[in-house]
Structures are given as C-alpha cells and as structure tokens.
C-alpha cells in the first residue's frame, strides 16, 4: 500500500481458500475475485452508506458508488488450498 496525496492505494491483493476439493477451479478463484472486489470497494470514496435522522441515504445503486475492475489494484492473487477432501462448493 501506498498514498495518493491522503488516500491509501492497494497495489495487491492475495487470498486463499479452503473450499475442499474444487471441481472447478476457475469458479472458486472467480468467486473469491468478486468477494475481493466487494470487500474493496466499501472503502472507495462514495461507497459510504449514510443515514440521516435515522434513514438510510442510499435509495438504490444510481445513490452508491460500486466497485468496477478498474477499482481492482492491478495484482490479484487466488490460492485455493490442495484439498481431497469431498466437495462442497464455495458459494
């Protein structure tokens, strides 16, 4: 992580996961992307939910900023742990 003037920058990110065995690899490093992406964009600038007197701001996504690819630092890192144990999916 660095700074852009006072906000952090993330130039990368890893995950690992446990899911036993994967019968498809590139769904689980897909899942684990997006759940990355979620995580990341709650700390954009205009991801904030606010509330006011108690009521929440946000009435839709065109009033909350979501997080696109281009949101993504530009290294990204999915391990999935070796498992034979049997499947049982990841979502």
């Known amino acids: 992580v660095s700074m852009r003037g006072n906000q952090p920058v993330v130039h990368r990110v890893t995950a690992a996961v446990h899911c036993n065995m994967p019968i498809n690899p590139r769904t689980v490093e897909a899942q684990v992307q997006g759940g990355m992406m979620m995580g990341l964009g709650t700390t954009l ?3 904030q939910i606010t509330l006011k007197d108690g009521v929440v701001q946000q ?7 979501v997080a696109t690819h281009a949101d993504l ?7 999935i742990v070796p498992s034979a ?3 049982t999916g990841i979502g």
Not at 59 to 65: E, L, Q, S, V
Not at 73 to 79: D, E, F, G, L, Y
Request: charged share 15%.
């Open 45 to 47: 600038p205009g991801a």
């Open 59 to 65: 009435a839709n996504w065109n009033d909350y900023r």
């Open 73 to 79: 630092p530009p290294q990204i890192a999915v391990h």
């Open 85 to 87: 144990d049997p499947p």
